[in-house]
């Protein structure tokens, strides 16, 4: 059988949401590690603790949104959302859908619950009793986080080997200018601190 054009073009742009959200937890795990708290802290610790936030409030946006439905109605007319669960339904219309890929599906959908409420009720809208009485959510495990990142990769190299384009592993994301870039650059300065 082969695949539609569109379902190809929703899955790449797809992974590529999770190439992002894969990069930015590179990005703060890199940053953040223990090993730099005392550099960090001497350079610019203001600074780097109001990054930090930033990179944790964008990672709940960014994944909350992968936990969409496949389609919102807009003024009455309906637009696709790019979702795991657009790219779910599209295998299943295709009769490409397997019971591996909904399984690691079902495992990011899990996640996303929980990560949910932070983006729905703290940072897409502003629910006054959540914010009033400092109700914490979207706090995960190290342990659900780790299995979130290994669950992302899995998905998208099963969907790609079903449609036809196969794997691509993004668990690496250094290039130049990157975040290993910054810190060697500030490694440098902390000698002179």
């Not at 994944?63 to 439905?69: A, R």
């Not at 795991?84 to 591996?100: F, K, R, W």
């Not at 250094?174 to 440098?188: E, F, N, P, T």
Request: glycine share 6%; aromatic share 8%; net charge negative.
């Amino acid at each position: 059988m082969n695949t539609s054009p569109k379902l190809i073009d929703v899955f790449e742009q797809l992974r590529e949401c999770l190439i992002i959200i894969r990069r930015d937890y590179n990005t703060y795990n890199a940053l953040y590690c223990e090993e730099n708290r005392a550099l960090l802290t001497a350079i610019a610790p203001t600074f780097f603790t109001d990054i930090g936030e930033i990179l944790q409030r964008d990672w709940i946006l960014q994944v909350g949104k992968l936990m969409d439905p496949a389609t919102t109605k807009v003024r009455g007319a309906s637009r696709e959302n790019l979702t795991i669960q657009l790219v779910m339904q599209q295998l299943e219309d295709e009769s490409l859908l397997t019971a591996e890929i909904r399984d690691k599906a079902k495992a990011i959908l899990d996640y996303g619950e929980i990560i949910k409420p932070a983006r729905d009720r703290i940072l897409a809208h502003r629910d006054r009793i959540s914010h009033f009485e400092g109700i914490a959510m979207g706090q995960t495990t190290d342990e659900q986080l780790n299995e979130f990142i290994e669950n992302i990769q899995h998905f998208t190299d099963l969907v790609g080997n079903q449609i036809g384009i196969g794997p691509l592993d993004f668990s690496s994301s250094g290039c130049k200018g990157d975040v290993y870039d910054l810190l060697c650059c500030l490694r440098s300065l902390g000698n002179f601190i």
